[in-house]
């Protein structure tokens, strides 16, 4: 285990002292530094203090814990791995996806999601503990995006315009969605025993990460959302 | 330089900003501090930064900050400014010389009153008289411009980093309530000292992450009510147009902000409020040209107070923090902690959602 003072560091000095250290690593101070861990693999990293974009980027099974908020594009293009955030994350988490966890404890900004897709053996699953911002899972391919709603103090769950786009992959949503407006080309339904099965796995996981119980969890109903059809948006533009 | 054409950059930007609600003056040094880890966000083309509370002393008084591009040029329009203003302070602008701020222009501020007969004899008020001899000047005057023209606040603006401009200035003397930052990454436009933001009005100043898809929309439109869009940036106009709605409309912060991000008409019609639905149904429909689409935060500065605001879609990035009677506005997270560590709450605003904060009445 290493610590990296990260203070008065750029963020390709920080990177750099990062890919020589060969350990697990923890780096304290953090301020703003981008692309920290970018690619990364075989390697536990904590971050103390505030990371800044692009936090995991195309991460190669490394696994990341932060212990504050995070700031825009988490795990973009992300392939393998996990990454705990002890907090809130802001726009566009998990951009293109296409493996690893992303589990958050707080909420998450706009766009989470976006993106996403699954690719032969990758499968991203996404856990949003709070609530989220407009167009979640906008244009989703493939993969699993959970948002609890915890602790979300009368607010919706998610803001407007979620799963526009959305061609692949899977949403729940914790509680029954009445107050949300979805796109026509999805379908969004109260999720079956078979369903909420299928999450199972994942759910106690980040219950066990950040200290909730699965059981309460899935004692509340559940909506799951699923694009209609594989290619939903065949005649939006032209007629062919 | 080569401009845009010639070569595409990709787009960036920071703002930053703070303000303390109970009006305690904070000099300039942690504002600038704070742009210090958004660095990689702009690329040397362009810093500036807005100051409210700065000149106590002046404070009855316009407060003229100006570039020049020779001496005889600021002979030419101080001798214009001498038909139409008392002036009561005429000064080179305090700077520092560091390397990494070079060929400057000549920078002067002049502290100034409209004499009494010109407004008499022109029947407008002040600061309709202020703004025209702004626009005047910007328009008409080669290598003469006015960037800074509000009481009791000022922007100081270059070519550089923003940390280095803070330098530049000394901002670190100076005591303000409130504060605006921006470092540039200009993408459409050429990075120039006039270029720079904040881009301000009397007291209106507009600091701008992002680009303005309708530009040229909003700019025809507001170019028929007597404003010139002289700067060669796209931000340029949104100063113009909150000078419009707030000050010559009556509008308020938040019937602005529901003109320049309006909600979608979807939104509107699935508002449950009848009253806010018509309220926006009108806004949306008497002021259309006014609507900025294309990615934005900004952050407006005003006597007072500041307001912090996204497009509809959220296609730029913004925090808010606060802790006791500070506010602090940012394009990252990072930012903020630099200005306060210990700040206690932290959110991000809707797109299309205001965040106003007012200094309380009387403390600044």
């Known amino acids: ?240 | 330089m080569k401009i845009e054409g010639q070569v595409r950059i990709p787009s960036g930007c920071a703002v930053s900003a703070v303000i303390s609600k109970d009006g305690n003056k904070m000099s300039g040094e942690m504002i600038t501090n704070s742009m210090k880890p958004m660095h990689d966000r702009s690329n040397g083309l362009g810093g500036g930064f807005a100051g409210y509370g700065i000149y106590p002393a002046y404070k009855e008084f316009y407060a003229f900050h100006m570039f020049f591009d020779s001496r005889d040029r600021r002979k030419e329009c101080e001798a214009y400014l001498k038909e139409r203003f008392e002036i009561v302070q005429s000064e080179i602008m305090p700077t520092r010389k560091i390397p990494a701020i070079t060929d400057e222009p000549i920078i002067w501020r002049y502290f100034a009153a409209p004499l009494k007969s010109v407004l008499v004899s022109l029947q407008v008020d002040e600061k309709e008289f202020v703004a025209r001899t702004v626009m005047k000047i910007n328009t008409e005057m080669d290598g003469v411009y006015v960037f800074s023209s509000g009481k009791n606040m000022g922007a100081f603006k270059a070519v550089g980093f923003p940390e280095d401009v803070g330098v530049f200035y000394k901002l670190e003397e100076y005591e303000g309530y409130s504060w605006t930052a921006h470092g540039r990454y200009p993408t459409n436009t050429p990075g120039w000292w006039g270029g720079a933001h904040p881009f301000t009005l009397l007291d209106y100043s507009i600091v701008h992450n992002g680009e303005i898809s309708s530009y040229d929309a909003n700019r025809r439109f507001i170019e028929m009510f007597g404003y010139k869009c002289t700067l060669q940036t796209d931000t340029e106009v949104i100063t113009y147009i909150m000078d419009y709605l707030l000050r010559v409309q009556g509008l308020t912060l938040d019937e602005a902000a529901g003109v320049i991000a309006a909600p979608f008409w979807s939104t509107i019609a699935a508002k449950k409020d009848a009253d806010d639905q018509r309220k926006h149904t009108y806004l949306r429909t008497m002021f259309a040209n006014l609507l900025i689409t294309g990615p934005f935060s900004i952050v407006l500065g005003f006597e007072g107070g500041l307001m912090a605001l996204n497009d509809r879609l959220k296609l730029r990035s913004m925090v808010v923090g606060e802790k006791d009677d500070r506010v602090f506005i940012a394009s990252e997270e990072a930012a903020v902690r630099t200005m306060e560590p210990d700040v206690e709450t932290v959110w991000s605003p809707a797109g299309g959602e205001p965040v106003i904060i007012k200094v309380k009445e009387g403390a600044f």
């Open chain 1, 1 to 240: 285990m290493q610590i990296i003072d990260a203070a008065n560091l750029d963020y390709r000095a920080v990177n750099e002292t990062l890919r020589s250290a060969k350990t697990d690593c923890t780096i304290k101070g953090c301020c703003g530094q981008r692309f920290i861990a970018a690619g990364m693999s075989d390697r536990n990293l904590t971050i103390e203090g505030i990371p800044g974009n692009a936090l995991g980027a195309y991460l190669n099974n490394a696994s990341i814990t932060v212990k504050a908020n995070a700031q825009d594009a988490v795990g973009d293009t992300m392939n393998e791995g996990k990454i705990l955030i002890h907090g809130n994350i802001g726009d566009a988490a998990g951009y293109a996806m296409r493996g690893g966890k992303i589990y958050v404890q707080g909420n998450a900004g706009y766009r989470a999601g976006i993106h996403m897709k699954a690719c032969k053996e990758k499968f991203p699953v996404m856990i949003i503990g709070g609530c989220t911002g407009s167009f979640l899972g906008e244009y989703q391919a493939g993969g699993l995006i959970i948002v609890l709603g915890l602790h979300k103090d009368h607010k919706r769950i998610v803001g407007n315009f979620p799963c526009t786009g959305m061609h692949g992959g899977k949403m729940f949503l914790r509680g029954s969605c009445e107050d949300i407006a979805f796109p026509s080309q999805v379908t969004a339904r109260c999720a079956a025993p078979e369903d909420l099965a299928e999450i199972r796995e994942y759910l106690s996981e980040y219950c066990e990460d950040f200290g909730h119980s699965v059981d309460k969890l899935l004692s509340a109903p559940f909506t799951v959302i699923t694009p209609d059809s594989k290619n939903p948006y065949n005649q939006m533009y032209v007629a062919n």
